[in-house]
């Protein structure tokens, strides 16, 4: 299984602010993914991160407000631009592994938009 | 798009008592996973079921993919298991791995 770091693990901001996630996996990944978890909800995919071509965003989310970045197979940023507090949630990165077909989690990034 | 639904929402245990968690799909899927949530927030895969039987430890799974649902059984609970168990599915239309949720069913298992 593939070993996935995230920084921050949490942070508190103030709202109009923009705050940058990032997610480091052990080995190199085709797939990469950014997932929203509000407070006492389930998961919802915000994007895919592809390398070297454009995030492919799920309805509900857009660049302006998610840029993501995907220099390389094993790392992946998402920025939360113009925070608002209802921002406020788990940020998750996750990863695709083809030889289980199975999807692991970094352990999230909570933040908190006041 | 696919529709997960899991039942039920809130579950509390005894230690030591079974338990059978539900997951309802609208449409056939690829890839079916189960995920532990732990009260820290991260998340773990259980299994990957699209279809068949799986066991490991104390938990089970089981996906009948004809009749569209995954069953998660969890034996001789303990108070470690208590957390979110969320169901996901990845849509056969869909791109390879984006998964979708269920709501997630929240056990609390008391000493």
Same mark, same amino acid.
């Given at each position: 299984?593939? =070993?996935? %770091?995230?920084?921050? %693990?949490?942070?508190?901001?103030?709202?109009?602010?923009?705050?940058?996630?990032?997610?480091?996996?052990? %080995?190199? =990944?085709?797939?990469?993914?950014? /997932?929203?978890?509000?407070?006492?909800?389930?998961?919802?995919?915000?994007?895919?991160?592809?390398?070297?071509?454009?995030?492919? /965003?799920?309805?509900?989310?857009?660049?302006?407000?998610?840029?993501?970045?995907?220099?390389?197979?094993?790392? %992946?940023?998402? +920025? =939360?631009?113009?925070?608002?507090?209802?921002?406020?949630?788990? /940020?998750?990165?996750?990863?695709?592994?083809?030889?289980?077909? +199975?999807? /692991?989690?970094?352990?999230?990034?909570?933040?908190? =938009?006041? | 798009? $696919?529709?997960?639904?899991?039942?039920?929402?809130?579950? $509390?245990?005894?230690? @030591?008592?079974?338990?059978?968690?539900?997951?309802?799909?609208?449409?056939?899927?690829?890839?079916?996973?189960?995920?532990?949530?732990?009260?820290?927030?991260?998340?773990?895969?259980?299994?990957?079921?699209? *279809? @068949?039987?799986?066991?490991?430890?104390?938990? *089970?799974?089981?996906?009948?993919?004809?009749?569209?649902?995954?069953?998660?059984? $969890? *034996?001789?609970?303990?108070?470690?298991?208590?957390?979110?168990?969320?169901?996901?599915?990845?849509?056969?239309?869909?791109?390879?791995?984006?998964?979708?949720?269920?709501?997630?069913?929240?056990?609390?298992? $008391?000493?």
């Amino acid at each position: 299984s593939a =070993v996935i %770091s995230q920084k921050p %693990s949490r942070d508190i901001c103030q709202r109009g602010t923009s705050l940058t996630i990032q997610c480091q996996v052990d %080995s190199q =990944v085709t797939m990469m993914f950014w /997932y929203r978890q509000q407070p006492g909800q389930s998961l919802t995919l915000i994007a895919t991160a592809n390398q070297g071509s454009e995030a492919t /965003y799920e309805s509900g989310f857009v660049i302006d407000k998610f840029p993501i970045s995907r220099p390389n197979l094993t790392f %992946s940023t998402l +920025t =939360v631009s113009n925070m608002s507090p209802e921002d406020s949630s788990i /940020y998750l990165c996750s990863v695709g592994s083809l030889a289980t077909d +199975t999807q /692991y989690f970094g352990p999230g990034t909570r933040l908190t =938009v006041l | 798009g $696919i529709q997960v639904e899991q039942s039920p929402p809130d579950l $509390i245990l005894q230690e @030591g008592a079974n338990s059978t968690l539900r997951c309802n799909f609208s449409d056939s899927v690829n890839n079916l996973q189960w995920f532990h949530q732990n009260p820290w927030g991260q998340l773990i895969n259980l299994f990957y079921i699209p *279809s @068949g039987t799986k066991q490991n430890g104390r938990l *089970s799974a089981t996906t009948v993919a004809t009749e569209r649902y995954s069953l998660l059984y $969890i *034996s001789s609970s303990q108070t470690t298991d208590s957390g979110v168990y969320f169901c996901a599915v990845e849509d056969s239309g869909a791109g390879s791995y984006q998964l979708t949720f269920g709501k997630g069913t929240k056990l609390s298992v $008391i000493p």
